[in-house]
């Protein structure tokens, strides 16, 4: 038998090594947000002085630069404007207001004097009202009709009862010019009620509010001008402090950010390598098994074809014609040179002439009955001498039988019959031997091609490769099995022939 072709070489994948590079620190968010909003807070501050600079600054600025008024200007001459308007519509009432605040005056004038008349003849008067001169006279009458007083005491009692009663009589003349006072301020209520009409009052009143107002925004643009130079220096310097709190907020954002970033891309990369790492195993398996697999099928190519039915043929026909064993049995395949031979050799000189019984009479070693497993078969038990005219056969024997399609012979005149059958597939098997092992080499080809193909189709480069590389070695591999086998058949054949 001829040496056995190596199986392919095992292919090995190595797994990229994982370098582990330093863990960058995860942000804290917490710290983050606190600090990004004290600095969002002090940048607010700045940005609200810097407004205020610069809203004040505006206020000295008549126009802007596109040459279209500034804001402060366009509210005062829209007062100015609205101020002028009230000027106009007071003007069309004034002639006739002008006339009832001449009737006030002059009423006002006689109301005063009357007041002053009143007041001289009141003050000549020791008692104020009607009531009081009266107690007074009843008292002195009382004191007088008492008769307790002295004669110079009574003329002078009876003289002031007498003054008294004159004066009571004046003071008739006092209501009346108080009436006449009240008559006069009651003309003059009139007449400054005629002059307070609702409508000329709000507009009187908004008059005096946008007066106001226009004197505030005179005032400021006074100010203004007079610090115009400090206030411009102060809006700049408000402007850079906002700007620099500004970049901050920036700066802390964009540290947070680069961090959290490369955090983010150290966890993505570790979980790319390992499954980089698990993708190279699991291929370095694939291919081993695919490896196995491709042995495995260019085992089970390499063996010659029709060794258990030539096995089961040879048994056969031993059984039926034991004189076809005379010499040794026709060996499967041709000598290699490597098998055991006897070293010495018998002398038979002395028993020829006698019959020696032979033991392939009696018992029969069935073939086995498969690739694998079926050679260590024992052999059947030697059959019991047939009763005379009883035809039987081994269970052995029907399975080869049956195993080869031939019907078993059924009585001693079928076995010429069955042996001619038997020599006939066995010489069909001998002579087939040869093309049906290219066959089955061939189809194991395409069997490890087809594997390739349905293996390979989702690997990626590197693995597909390696794959190839594997698949390309078996298929080497089964083109030497070919050619051992073509030789090895030839070698039976040839040894045939020369038997």
């Not at 370095?284 to 096995?311: G, H, M, T, W």
Request: glycine fraction near 4%; include cysteine.
């Amino acid at each position: 038998m001829s040496e056995k072709t190596a199986p392919a070489a095992e292919t090995v994948v190595s797994v990229p090594a994982v370098t582990e590079k330093k863990r960058p620190e995860k942000p804290d968010d917490a710290a983050f947000e606190a600090a990004k909003e004290k600095a969002k807070k002090e940048h607010k501050v700045a940005q609200d002085k810097f407004n205020a600079a610069k809203a004040k600054l505006e206020l000295a600025q008549p126009k802007n630069k596109d040459g279209t008024p500034s804001a402060t200007q366009k509210r005062r001459q829209e007062l100015q404007t609205k101020l002028n308007e009230i000027r106009k519509e007071q003007a069309g009432g004034k002639a006739g207001r002008n006339q009832v605040f001449d009737q006030i005056k002059k009423l006002d004038e006689q109301l005063k004097s009357r007041i002053a008349e009143q007041k001289a003849a009141r003050s000549r008067v020791a008692f104020k009202n009607v009531d009081e001169i009266d107690r007074q006279i009843d008292h002195l009458e009382k004191q007088v009709n008492g008769g307790m007083m002295k004669l110079v005491d009574e003329k002078k009692a009876l003289t002031e009862v007498s003054s008294l009663r004159k004066q009571r009589k004046n003071f008739a003349g006092f209501e009346d010019s108080q009436k006449g006072i009240d008559d006069v301020k009651a003309k003059i209520k009139v007449l400054r009620d005629s002059l307070d009409d609702p409508v000329a009052k709000a507009r009187s009143d908004e008059y005096n509010k946008i007066q106001a107002e226009v004197d505030v925004i005179k005032a400021e643009q006074d100010e203004v001008f007079k610090n115009i130079h400090a206030l411009r220096s102060q809006r700049e310097d408000l402007y850079k402090e906002s700007q620099a709190k500004y970049q901050a907020v920036r700066a802390i954002e964009d540290n947070h950010w680069k961090a959290k970033k490369a955090f983010q891309s150290h966890e993505y990369e570790q979980r790319q390598k390992t499954r980089e790492r698990i993708k190279a195993e699991q291929e370095a398996f694939n291919l081993q098994k695919k490896r196995e697999r491709a042995e495995k099928v260019l085992a089970e190519a390499s063996e010659p074809a029709y060794l258990d039915e030539i096995r089961r043929a040879q048994s056969l026909i031993h059984y039926l014609d034991p004189s076809s064993a005379n010499g040794a049995s026709k060996p499967l395949l041709a000598p290699s040179g490597l098998t055991a031979e006897a070293q010495r050799t018998v002398d038979d000189s002395g028993i020829k002439g006698m019959k020696v019984a032979k033991k392939e009479d009696e018992e029969y070693f069935a073939g086995t009955g498969g690739k694998k497993g079926k050679k260590g078969r024992k052999a059947a038990a030697s059959p019991a001498a047939p009763a005379p005219g009883k035809f039987t056969l081994p269970p052995a024997v029907l399975e080869d039988c049956s195993s080869m399609g031939i019907e078993p012979p059924m009585s001693a005149a079928d076995i010429p019959a069955v042996l001619a059958k038997a020599q006939e597939k066995l010489a069909f098997w001998r002579a087939d031997q040869k093309a049906q092992t290219e066959k089955n080499v061939a189809k194991a080809q395409k069997d490890i091609e087809k594997l390739d193909a349905e293996e390979s189709a989702p690997a990626t480069n590197g693995s597909k490769k390696s794959e190839e590389s594997v698949v390309a070695a078996a298929v080497e591999t089964v083109k030497d099995t070919v050619a051992d086998v073509a030789e090895k058949v030839k070698a039976v054949t040839v040894g045939e022939d020369k038997e």
